[in-house]
Every structure is written in structure tokens, then in C-alpha cells.
């Protein structure tokens, strides 16, 4: 917990800001493996922000939190696709069978 209080110099070269936690809606992940999922997570995800080039620094425990939740939307996202897949297929299988 005290991580995510704690502020840390900005670690982009050249940069002298200061990394500062953040909540703040509208801040979009992309999913690490599948990176056409962007996500947004949630506005209490304290996640911090350089105050000086405005880059976001995920800390370990950030890291995992973050990537926790891009594997439940990822989830939860295929679970609906396959939905419509099977919804899909079974139409056409009606179809199929109404014309026999
Ligand atoms: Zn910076």
C-alpha cells in the first residue's frame, strides 16, 4: 500500500520530473499479449504520472494490478464474442435445416 504513495523520479532520460500518483478516468491500456484490446481502467487505479513529460510509470505491484484487470476484460470480451459466434452458427444451422 505504501507503494502507491510514494512519488519517484521521472525515468525518462533527460526528463526532471517527478512521478506522482495519479486517479484519473479515461486512461486506456493496451492488453500485453493481445494488443488490439485497449482498455480503460478504472479512474481509482492510482497509476503514477510524470508532472513534467506527462509519461505514466507503472510500479510492479501497478503492473500486476493493471495487467490483472486487461486479462479480465480480455475474458470477459471473448466470452461475448464466442456468444455471437454461437449465436451466429445456430442461426445458420436453423437456416440450413429449415430448407431440408
Ligand atoms: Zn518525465
Excluded at 485497449?38 to 503492473?63: K, Y
Excluded at 486479462?71 to 451466429?88: M, N, P
Aim: proline share 5%.
Amino acid at each position: 500500500m505504501s507503494d502507491l504513495i510514494h512519488v519517484f523520479p521521472c525515468q525518462q532520460e533527460g526528463c526532471r520530473g517527478t512521478a506522482i500518483p495519479l486517479a484519473k478516468d479515461g486512461r486506456f491500456y493496451a492488453h500485453p499479449t493481445h494488443g488490439w484490446l485497449f482498455v480503460c481502467i478504472p479512474a481509482h487505479f492510482l497509476i503514477h504520472r510524470c508532472s513534467n513529460c506527462g509519461r505514466d510509470w507503472l510500479t510492479e505491484p501497478n503492473q500486476k494490478l493493471v495487467n490483472d484487470f486487461l486479462e479480465e476484460s480480455f475474458q470477459e470480451h471473448a466470452s461475448l464474442i464466442r456468444g455471437v459466434v454461437d449465436a451466429a452458427r445456430a442461426k445458420a444451422k436453423a437456416e440450413a435445416d429449415a430448407k431440408k
